[in-house]
């Protein structure tokens, strides 16, 4: 067994990644919300991995989204009723692709850009809020909490300051990830509302 922590924006990218890693004999087994994905040592080298964008109303519908591609030989390897991505192994590599034409895959892609683009609308809403209302972001003195740190002097300053360093780099630098997030997202969602036009492009 091997386990890898990797972030991803985009999915094809994952897609992309999880299948050279086939490649290189490591097939994944599971991966969970933190993104740390399980490996384990495969000589199978003919199977392919696919990612699916869905969102379900129910345990029943998840389950019948399940069994349904499991009827054609799918196997499901990781994600849940909640997860945004659902990620399939073919270990026969005889059907490559989960989708069976051109509007289930346009239909791919536009769920894939309304969740971009609601994380983007979401992130990019929390960061113009926070940006509103303090200065703490934009000055990184004003993160620092302590009454009277700045007047302080020797030891009294540097231990203060020392302890509360890790705080104040926590609060400056929050919303600025999650803007950094919110424009990460953005792009998601233009990339993907233009694969969905490719696709449409082709019918």
């Not at 389950?63 to 009827?71: G, L, R, S, T, V």
């Not at 659902?86 to 692709?97: A, G, I, R």
């Not at 020392?162 to 630098?173: K, M, N, S, V, W």
Request: glycine fraction near 4%.
């Amino acid at each position: 067994m091997m386990k890898k922590l990797k972030l991803f924006s985009d999915a094809q990218k994952e897609e992309r990644w999880l299948n050279n890693m086939l490649q290189k004999g490591w097939q994944l087994k599971r991966v969970n919300a933190f993104h740390v994905y399980t490996f384990e040592k495969t000589s199978n080298k003919e199977q392919i991995l696919r990612l699916d964008c869905q969102s379900f109303t129910s345990e029943q519908k998840f389950q019948e989204y399940k069994a349904f591609f499991a009827d054609f030989g799918w196997i499901h390897v990781g994600g849940s009723r909640y997860s945004t991505l659902q990620y399939w192994l073919n270990p026969t590599n005889k059907d490559d692709s989960l989708f069976s034409d051109h509007s289930s895959i346009t239909q791919y892609f536009q769920r894939l850009s309304k969740i971009y683009g609601a994380y983007a609308c979401f992130a990019l809403f929390i960061t113009f809020c926070v940006f509103q209302n303090t200065t703490q972001f934009t000055n990184l003195k004003d993160a620092y909490y302590t009454p009277g740190l700045w007047d302080k002097n020797g030891y009294d300053f540097w231990s203060a300051f020392l302890f509360e360093t890790p705080f104040a780099i926590t609060r400056f630098g929050s919303p600025w990830l999650m803007l950094m997030f919110g424009l990460i997202s953005l792009t998601m969602y233009f990339k993907y509302k233009k694969e969905e036009q490719n696709q449409l492009d082709r019918t």
